[in-house]
């Protein structure tokens, strides 16, 4: 049954084929395959042959895709569309590829991806968005990844990355984060702990180094100590307004930040990294003990030493000068008492 299926695949292809490969391409009709690359395309070939499996459109000039931009190639497992200038993704351009499981977006100009740009792709398993000018990623945007197992976003403009995102990546095994932006503060505490679970379950990654604040510039944000990430301090709407209800108006408005700091100021000021007492290790607090015993013990030592050093010396001191004091009080009674038995004249 597959060999009749996989021979009829191959007859719809070399019908597409003799209708009319693209006169830019290459097909190969043994592998399903169609390269394009290196043509100096600006848009996508509207006549592909249905059954396409691979399609290579690197290194061309695309400058944007359209809704459903492969309509025309439903079979799709692997695109390439690596090294073109792509800045615009519509909402809906991968529309229709529900077999596509391998996508490479590296070295274009992407500034941001929708987060619904990728939900029609469910059976998705390769994203490579490396080397593109992305500042930030929806938490939504992986809403279907639970097959994803390799997800690249090196070398881009990112300064955080939402643990949500990261989570609705149940099956990823390769994770490349390198070369981006990073800002190593409160709000990346959570990107630390996951990549710590990540790497712990046998994950590859390759690094997060920080690029601000400065403190931290250069730093591996997995070497940098839980204890110097203080919690981001930002209370939701609906507890103000329960401490306004609580309080009343007047006290309620004491809660409330001055208005003459921006919203930016007091998150820079709350995400800021500050050293906080670490807490005591066991290991530590048990050498110290051992160690102040031991110096105790010395101490002690020596001031016994001391102790009979001084006795004895103060006891050969006094010896010393008790003995001719005997001998000058001795003549001295032999003297009295001759003149006690002498008689009267």
């Known amino acids: 049954m597959k060999g009749e299926l996989l021979l009829l695949s191959s007859v719809v292809f070399l019908l597409g084929v003799a209708c009319g490969c693209p006169k830019e391409c290459r097909c190969q009709a043994s592998l399903n395959s169609v390269d394009c690359s290196r043509q100096g395309l600006a848009e996508i070939p509207p006549d592909l042959p249905p059954q396409t499996l691979t399609l290579h459109l690197q290194d061309n000039q695309i400058h944007q895709l359209s809704a459903s931009a492969f309509r025309s190639v439903p079979q799709l497992t692997t695109l390439n569309l690596g090294n073109n200038s792509l800045s615009i993704l519509a909402p809906g351009a991968f529309h229709g590829l529900q077999h596509l499981r391998v996508l490479n977006l590296t070295q274009n100009s992407l500034h941001s991806l929708e987060s619904g740009l990728f939900h029609s792709l469910p059976q998705l398993r390769e994203l490579d968005v490396s080397s593109n000018n992305i500042s930030h990623l929806p938490a939504s945007l992986g809403e279907r990844w639970e097959n994803l197992t390799l997800f690249a976003v090196q070398q881009n403009q990112l300064q955080q990355l939402d643990r949500v995102l990261l989570e609705s990546m149940s099956s990823v095994k390769r994770l490349f984060l390198k070369d981006?932006?990073?800002?190593?503060?409160?709000?990346?505490?959570?990107?630390?702990?996951?990549?710590?679970?990540?790497?712990?379950?046998?994950?590859?990654?390759?690094?997060?180094?920080?690029?601000?604040?400065?403190?931290?510039?250069?730093?591996?944000?997995?070497?940098?100590?839980?204890?110097?990430?203080?919690?981001?301090?930002?209370?939701?709407?609906?507890?103000?307004?329960?401490?306004?209800?609580?309080?009343?108006?007047?006290?309620?408005?004491?809660?409330?930040?001055?208005?003459?700091?921006?919203?930016?100021?007091?998150?820079?000021?709350?995400?800021?990294?500050?050293?906080?007492?670490?807490?005591?290790?066991?290991?530590?607090?048990?050498?110290?003990?051992?160690?102040?015993?031991?110096?105790?013990?010395?101490?002690?030592?020596?001031?016994?030493?001391?102790?009979?050093?001084?006795?004895?010396?103060?006891?050969?001191?006094?010896?010393?000068?008790?003995?001719?004091?005997?001998?000058?009080?001795?003549?001295?009674?032999?003297?009295?008492?001759?003149?006690?038995?002498?008689?009267?004249?």
């Open 180 to 345: 981006n932006l990073w800002k190593c503060n409160c709000h990346l505490l959570g990107l630390k702990l996951w990549l710590e679970k990540f790497i712990y379950k046998g994950g590859v990654m390759d690094s997060v180094v920080c690029a601000s604040p400065d403190t931290w510039k250069g730093k591996d944000l997995l070497k940098i100590p839980h204890e110097l990430y203080q919690p981001c301090l930002s209370p939701s709407p609906d507890l103000e307004s329960w401490q306004g209800q609580l309080l009343g108006p007047a006290q309620g408005a004491v809660l409330r930040p001055p208005e003459s700091h921006s919203v930016e100021e007091q998150d820079q000021s709350e995400c800021e990294l500050k050293p906080k007492p670490r807490p005591t290790n066991l290991r530590r607090a048990l050498v110290t003990v051992i160690i102040a015993g031991v110096l105790s013990g010395i101490l002690c030592l020596m001031m016994l030493v001391a102790t009979i050093y001084g006795c004895t010396y103060a006891a050969i001191t006094a010896h010393c000068r008790e003995a001719p004091l005997a001998q000058t009080l001795e003549p001295a009674k032999t003297e009295g008492k001759e003149l006690l038995d002498s008689p009267p004249a």
